[in-house]
């Protein structure tokens, strides 16, 4: 069975330790089937209503079978990450049609995420893994993949960044927003223009419980609970969205979207608007 996972375009790639937790088959199939309301009396196939039913049984028989058991049996290959074009794992660095990273293939993945140099992987866990621009995996090696630093005591259930872009957002389910890369024109938001290595929580932000947040090339948007956006970075062509195009180092609130509920926001990849 297999799992696409949501992706942007460009190079996808990561691995995982072996200590992961591993995703069976059943909950995979149980997780993304859709059964039809009780109420309308939709009729099902037999051979579908076995299926569900019996996948309902392993599901309930996994926590009181031994590991030498029918529950070793159930947990195969439930997940596989595709790539093409200039990919990591493989006996080549350049494919032109889809190759799956096994290391992938037992890890739960919320989210595949691709900048111009680097490739992020979130994991069901909350733990975020990168690779960047020169290693991508070479043949397939997981010491290439590696935990991204300053996140492992944070539960992350997004990132962001972009295509074209070089800095790196990371949202917990605290509602807190990280940020690293390059800081050129104040786009990780700790009001200077340094560039950080390793991931820093964006103190503007904080106690704001974040709920979404998306990258352009050199600025950044975090959207609240309430939904108030906030933008940061590289003001140019007013993308920023404050009548002006001065750069801003830190976060700040678009006045004029005052008492509208925002819920999404997307920067374009040639970071012209917003």
Known sequence: MRRIVDMQPGLLGAAFDEAEKEVSATTIYLRHTRLGRYQDHSPMALDQAVVFLLSCLDRLAAPYLTDHGLKSASSVIAEEIYSWGWVGWGTS???????????????????????????????????????????????????????????????????????????????????????????????????????????????????????SIAAGSNHSVAITADGEVYTWGKGRYGRLGHASTDDKLSPMAISSLAGHHIVQAACSSSDAHT
């Open 93 to 211: 660095r350049s494919h032109r049609t889809p190759e799956m990273c096994a290391f992938l293939a037992h890890h739960g993945v919320l989210q595949v995420r691709c900048a111009e140099r680097q490739l992020l992987v979130v994991a069901e866990n909350g733990r975020v893994y990168g690779c960047s621009y020169g290693l991508l995996c070479a043949n397939g090696n997981p010491d290439d993949v590696q935990l991204i630093p300053g996140l492992q005591d944070e539960t992350i259930t997004a990132v962001a960044c972009n295509p074209d872009g070089r800095h790196y957002l990371a949202l917990s389910a605290a509602g807190e927003v990280y940020s690293w890369g390059i800081g050129d024109s104040g786009r990780l938001g700790h009001g200077k223009s340094d560039s950080l290595d390793v991931p820093q929580r964006i103190e503007g932000l904080a106690d704001l419980n974040i709920v």
